[in-house]
């Protein structure tokens, strides 16, 4: 018998298209799993030192310094140590809200402060920061609109803890969601889904300013 024009080539050639077919799917999904083509050139966040400022939607944040502070005991001849972190927050939203708490361990943190996501290092201890607007002596916990104002966190250090060289923050951004009859207010961005951790917006490096006495 005499076999069709080009041989075995011509019966095997229909079967190149599935194959090739199969490649770019299998590629297609492995894209998708990864999180899609628009999140896998997602930009890193943006990296802050001493001085600079972040647009957090609902606040735009300087972060001024950090430094550590002794605190002596007159009576015992020891003292505290204390991390401080000065920050100047202006409140760009049309109402009063407060400074707030970062989150710690399962505790979600809230108002401003929640915003601060996480410092490296982690200070140890079973109290979380103070957070407080000083105005003349007399500290406050409120953020007024339009209004500049210097807030100070604080932590105690635990006893025999000398403080960091420096510090890293995580720092979040805020967004007023659109929804047709439920006012949300200012939420954290998430990183993704509503389950998602909030976003990492901004990484703020700190010296920590040594010597200082409360």
Partial sequence: MTSPPGGETGKRRPIAVPVAALVIATGLGITA??????????????????????????????????????????????????????????????????????????????????????MDPEIGGDLGPTVSVPDEGVPSRQLHPGMTSTVVVRYELPAGDHPPKQIKLDVGVFEEPETFNIDLGWVLVKDGDADAPPKVAAQVTLPVNQGGTL
Avoid at 63 to 81: I, N
Avoid at 92 to 98: A, C, F, L, N, Y
Wanted: charged share 25%.
């Fill in 33 to 118: 799993a990864l999180g899609g083509f628009a999140e896998a050139s997602e930009a890193p966040p943006e990296q802050l030192g001493p001085g600079s400022s972040l647009d957090q939607g609902e606040f735009t944040t300087k972060f001024t310094e950090a430094r550590s502070l002794f605190q002596r005991d007159p009576f015992s001849g020891g003292g505290k140590r204390f991390l401080e972190i000065e920050l100047e927050v202006t409140n760009k939203s049309d109402e009063t809200t407060g400074v707030g708490a970062p989150g710690r361990g399962k505790t979600p943190g809230f108002m401003f402060a929640q915003s601060l996501l996480k």
